[in-house]
T-cell receptor, first 112, second 118 residues
Framework: NAGVTQTPKFQVLKTGQSMTLQCAQDMNHEYMSWYRQDPGMGLRLIHY???????DQGEVPNGYNVSRSTTEDFPLRLLSAAPSQTSVYFC???????????FGSGTRLTVV | AQTVTQSQPEMSVQEAETVTLSCTYDTSENNYYLFWYKQPPSRQMILVIR??????QNATENRFSVNFQKAAKSFSLKISDSQLGDTAMYFC???????????????FGTGTRLKVLA
């Protein structure tokens, strides 16, 4: 029972580089979300999806793109990395009802 | 707009003792849901407990229980018989149905770092 699988666990990027954070879930959850976690700021929603082919912006979407071609996968793309994007990123999924999230193990991203 | 406040950035407790983490929220809604999540040093976020606002009974999960005071908009987490493995960051979260989008929206607090001392 894998749950939510996030890769990579750690990444260092140079300013201006692009990369994709991968996220996959095997629970057939409709909802998938990307959050970033910064000290003293809790978790902030970047983008989310309510099903395959449907995505929407969260609280802090600038500099990030997402797509959801399948129920299972929800990659997050950093278009041109900036030091302000240094953070820990979490992918999470849940059912469409009022229930808790299942989180991935996170990606610690450093942009230098 | 809904907000979630965790006023204790850090706390510590002796092993085997009881500790209470506070969480307050602001909403004009009547139906909503509240959660506590645990994030140990391994970084993995784990759901600890869930409370439905329309239920008066406080939720419990083994050593974890909540004190839900709807009128006061307070949702504290009590950890009994604290163990070293309870050392973690704890996040309170609020969830409600958005009438505009028809989807559930989550708001997280900023977290309380709990250290259990041997």
């Amino acid at each position: 029972n894998a749950g939510v699988t996030q890769t990579p666990k750690f990444q260092v990027l140079k300013t201006g580089q692009s990369m994709t954070l991968q996220c996959a879930q095997d629970m057939n959850h409709e909802y998938m979300s990307w959050y970033r976690q910064d000290p003293g700021m809790g978790l902030r929603l970047i983008h989310y999806s309510v099903g395959a082919g449907i995505t929407d912006q969260g609280e802090v979407p600038n500099g990030y793109n997402v797509s959801r071609s399948t129920t299972e996968d929800f990659p997050l793309r950093l278009l041109s990395a900036a030091p302000s994007q240094t953070s820990v990123y979490f992918c999470a999924s849940r059912t469409s009802g009022p229930y808790g999230y299942t989180f991935g193990s996170g990606t610690r991203l450093t942009v230098v | 707009a809904q907000t979630v406040t965790q006023s204790q950035p850090e706390m510590s407790v002796q092993e085997a003792e009881t500790v209470t983490l506070s969480c307050t929220y602001d909403t004009s809604e009547n139906n909503y849901y509240l959660f506590w999540y645990k994030q140990p040093p391994s970084r993995q976020m784990i759901l600890v407990i869930r409370q439905e606002a329309y239920k008066q009974q406080n939720a419990t999960e083994n050593r974890f229980s909540v004190n839900f005071q709807k009128a006061a908009k307070s949702f504290s987490l009590k950890i009994s018989d604290s163990q070293l493995g309870d050392t973690a960051m704890y996040f309170c979260a609020f969830m409600k149905l958005s009438e505009m989008s028809g989807t559930y929206k989550y708001i997280f607090g900023t977290g309380t770092r709990l250290k259990v001392l041997a």
